[in-house]
């Protein structure tokens, strides 16, 4: 594990708790355009992030499209004790000859009649999240790929507009136990492209796993920079139980997998040689759990690969009786 020594640490440790906090006014998807279509919706506000409070949250937030708060992500002592969990149980898992893991994808698109992703673009979605997973676009092969189980449309332009205000209407579409995907395909807004339950929630509130991402962000799509699918593969990269590679900034255990250097903050864009926790190699913003752009980003590594198998194995395989009726 790389050290994170807490003189290298930024004014701001952030981690995606924080910034979520920052913005908690904006509530995540309520954003700007999602304002401007829906009067009821109000005007989001981040005079707390723009003050100083959140100096990494007023980066995030002053930059346009990209990923930023997401709603269901883990707090610092939720963090603490979900790490410390899933150590206690690494020795009685038995990985080594596990054979590859082929996950049953349900895809729900949410239209607003005229808008909304196309049948073709949530196939190129399923083989993008293939090919990052599989290792070829770089680093390692996670030995994970996606079989679209079904696909659903819905005309809903609340839903369309403002799912997460509408998450667990939306998500009553939701399909199979804790081994099935279930991916949600809507509009969020300029803060946030896509949010993503985590492995170890779905006991408690089996409805709400999944997935959702903006439908912009799918292969083709109109969000400049992020345009080549690689919101889905970060997201899913939650679903599947990693956190992201500046979590916990400079400190221990950052985001528990040895092989990804720590990072005081979030990638933006693709800056070569980014080093914000000096002596312990430059910060991975090639990885699929920073912030970079699409074009930056090409990897999981060994790590990050075993990190997810585990995380199936304690929380997913073992939760398979848990199956909503349908």
Known sequence: ????????????VVSTAMVSSCLSSV??????????????????KAASAVSGECPQAARIAGRGPGRGPEPHAPGPAQVAELIADLDARRPALRLADRAPLTIPTWVHVITDGPRGASDSAVREQLAVLDAAYGGR????????RFRLAGLTRTENPAWFRDPLSHERAMKQMRRGGAETLNLYVAQLG????????????????????GVVVDWRSLPGGSLRDFDRGYTGVHEIGHWLGLLHTFENGCLEPGDAVADT?????????CPAG?????????????????????????????????RMREAWAVYRETNTDITLDR
Do not use: W
């Open 261 to 269: 250097p720590p990072e005081a903050h979030p990638t933006q864009g």
């Open 27 to 44: 509530g995540a998807s309520h954003t700007s355009d999602v304002a401007s279509a829906s009067p009821s919706v109000p005007a989001p």
């Open 137 to 144: 676009t770089g680093g390692a092969d996670t030995g994970i």
């Open 274 to 306: 980014k080093d914000t926790c000096p002596g312990n190699g430059r910060d991975p913003i090639h990885n699929f759990m920073d912030y970079s752009a699409d074009a930056c980003m090409s990897e999981f590594t060994a790590g990050q690969s075993l």
């Open 190 to 209: 300029r803060l946030v492209l896509g949010y993503s339950t985590y492995p170890h929630q779905y006991a408690d509130d089996p409805v709400l796993d």
């Open 1 to 12: 594990m790389f050290a994170r020594p807490f003189a290298a640490v930024s004014a701001a």
